[in-house]
């Protein structure tokens, strides 16, 4: 019997979250490819429990990283999940029938349900997104540059009903330990692009915060909710006070 599906995930400091995911894919998945950051914890193991292809690669950023994975699979359909998801059992079941019956949709839209400091959250611009995560493997690739990197394919599209569960913020400090990658790598992504720094993109945080805890219902998730519109609405302020930077040590030079 042919392999169907390679799962691809990369990896950097995950054995608290990598083996849900590993399990929720038993079964399904013919092949799972790690792609790793050099971790300094038992990510290395838990993949290996699972009969994973492990590999190590210095991060340069997402669609490098995701790009290397997605190059090793070699199954005719490839998904992938974060070091911090998991598939729903009504999304592997979903999976299951696509990948085993003949489809016209070469790349699928699956929702994701967040978790944010153990709370489902059902509000606030988080739960409910789309992500481009499985693709039939010929014709698919990576784009999207450094940050908000997704998978691509032309043939026709079509959007899952069942979700994946995502959970990338179980504590405060794990949030800004993801915030300062980001808002880095978007900082950079605008200077590559030419993008240049606005004084008045300082004072967005009010606004922002409004949008999300009035306008995206994150009262409705109690202290979870105001603690994720207060946080969330620092990013842009961060990310583009970090271009600033990258221009002021640009003229330095």
Known sequence: MNKKLSLFVITKNSAATLEAGLQSVQGLA?????????????????????????????????????????????CEWVLNLDSDEELSPGLKQEITEIINKPVKEKLFFIAEEVTFLGRKMKYSGLTGKFHERLAYREGTKYAGGAVHEKLTN??????????????????????????????????????????????????????????IYIFRRAFLE???????AWLSSTYPTVKYAKLWLLEHKNKCK
């Open 154 to 211: 032309e043939g026709p599209k079509k959007y899952l009903k069942n979700p994946f569960y995502h959970n990338p913020y179980n504590t405060i400090e794990q949030y800004f330990e993801k915030f300062n990658r980001y808002t880095t790598l978007g900082a950079q992504k605008l200077f590559d692009s030419g993008k240049k720094f606005n004084f008045f993109y300082l004072f967005r945080q009010p606004v922002d915060f409004i949008k």
């Open 222 to 228: 109690g202290t979870e909710g105001f603690l994720w």
């Open 30 to 74: 013919d092949e799972i490819i790690i792609v790793d950051s050099f971790s300094k914890d038992n990510t290395k193991e838990i993949a290996q429990k699972y009969g994973a292809q492990f590999y190590q690669k210095e991060f340069i950023n997402f669609q490098d990283q995701k790009q290397f994975a997605l190059d090793k699979c070699s």
